[in-house]
């Protein structure tokens, strides 16, 4: 009975190391993708329903995301989005910028498709260049105005 207690130990330390190493991973990536600085989503292609958007991206919209179809909830739309359509791009990320007019918000956004468990995924993350745009044309101005 002692070396079995001594095997039943053993597998539920390593058990428990696990659980440890896995919510510290989790921490580390919900702590990367809640940073303050990116809007990030996860979509679930065949049925374009957000499976997770973050916190910045919920405060936002002043709603929860979740559970929502991506085309309807993020841009208003009736349709799935061309660019995102395209689930066949594997692993090959896509860059672009958009103006919100909902927001008045300039984004330059990546997305990629990920293949989880024989499911395909879209994750998107935008970040607002705005006030990067404001800066650059500003300061055009002014180097005009000097010469």
Not at 39 to 58: E, G, P, R, S, W
Not at 87 to 108: G, I
Not at 111 to 127: L, M, P, S
């Amino acid at each position: 009975m002692g070396k079995k207690k001594k095997e039943m130990d053993t597998i539920f330390d390593n058990i428990e190391s696990s659980v440890a190493s896995l919510i510290r991973k989790n921490y580390i990536l919900e702590s990367a993708v809640n940073n303050g600085l990116n809007y990030v989503y996860v979509v679930d292609v065949k049925t374009n329903t957000i499976i997770y958007a973050n916190h910045v991206l919920v405060d936002l919209y002043g709603k929860e995301l979740k559970g929502s179809l991506c085309h309807e909830s993020i841009n208003g739309w009736f349709h799935v989005c061309n660019l995102c359509s395209d689930a066949n791009k594997l692993d090959d990320p896509l860059t672009w910028t958009f103006w919100s007019e909902r927001f008045n918000k300039m984004f330059f956004v990546t997305r990629v498709f990920k293949n989880f468990d024989g499911r395909i995924y879209r994750i998107e993350k935008a970040t607002d260049i705005t006030s990067a745009i404001d800066y650059i044309k500003t300061n055009k101005t002014c180097q005009k105005k000097e010469n």
